[in-house]
């Protein structure tokens, strides 16, 4: 058999592997999963049904095949912890190796699926998508960390957005909320950290925010009040 040929049934297997498994998943989670991806789509405004509903299918797709590796490692883990003829220190090692063959896989995905997004948006919607896919947090979060410290430099500005936008990168492959929020408080630490030997003192500037902020949320309530 030429290779073309070889090539050509290997791919066939492929599309008809992945078409079982999907197949397989239930499809109350499947109209989930269409409908997280349609939120996002929704707020890129693209007024083109064609390229939306790809779009949508595309992020869909994401969500499910993220879920299909994670659970699959998470179901092997829980196997190996309970197989009581292992010694903790075997269970770890392959634990371990689990975790790294599934984040080898993610990583792969991920980078294929940002291509198949770079088929259809421009940077700036992509950038969207991404922060549909992690609430926001990038965006929320910077603009907390400016309220809070308004003599910021550019430089230290520019170190906290950084860090937070490498840190949506791996949040948006994370299966759950809890995931997604560990990586951004994973990056905060390292923020915090940054901050500290900057000079200031978080605990301090944290409570005399919250104070700010709070005097802020009692004026709004006044000003709302001597309107009516």
């Known amino acids: 058999m030429s290779k073309r040929k070889i090539i050509g049934v290997l791919t066939m297997l492929l599309v008809f592997f992945n078409s079982i498994a999907q197949q397989n998943l239930d499809p109350v989670y499947i109209n989930v999963t269409n409908e997280r991806a ?4 929704a707020k890129l405004e693209l007024a083109n049904p064609a390229k939306e509903k790809s779009v949508t299918d595309i992020i869909a797709q994401q969500f499910r ?3 299909q590796i994670q659970d699959s490692r998470d179901a092997e883990i829980k196997k190996i912890k309970e197989d009581v003829a292992l010694a903790k220190e075997t269970q770890n ?3 371990e190796k689990l975790k790294a063959t599934a984040d ?3 990583e792969k995905l991920h980078k294929a699926y940002l291509k198949k997004l770079g ?3 421009t940077e700036d919607k992509i950038t969207a998508v991404k922060d549909g896919m992690t609430y926001g947090v990038v965006e929320i979060t910077y603009a907390g960390y400016q309220d809070m410290l308004p003599a910021l430099t ?3 500005k520019e170190y906290i957005y950084t860090n937070l936008v490498e840190a949506r990168e791996f949040a948006m ?3 759950t909320s809890k995931e997604k929020h560990a990586w951004f408080g994973k990056y905060k630490g390292r923020i915090n950290n940054y901050l500290s030997k900057q000079g200031y003192d978080l605990n301090k500037e944290s409570a005399d925010w919250h104070k700010r902020v709070e005097e802020r949320e009692k004026n709004k309530v006044k000003d709302t009040t ?3």
């Open 38 to 41: 349609a939120k996002i789509v």
């Open 65 to 67: 095949d993220l879920s």
């Open 93 to 95: 090692e392959k634990v």
């Open 104 to 106: 080898k896989d993610i």
């Open 119 to 121: 088929t259809q948006l």
């Open 154 to 156: 550019k430089e230290q």
């Open 173 to 175: 492959d994370g299966g």
């Open 226 to 228: 001597s309107k009516s």
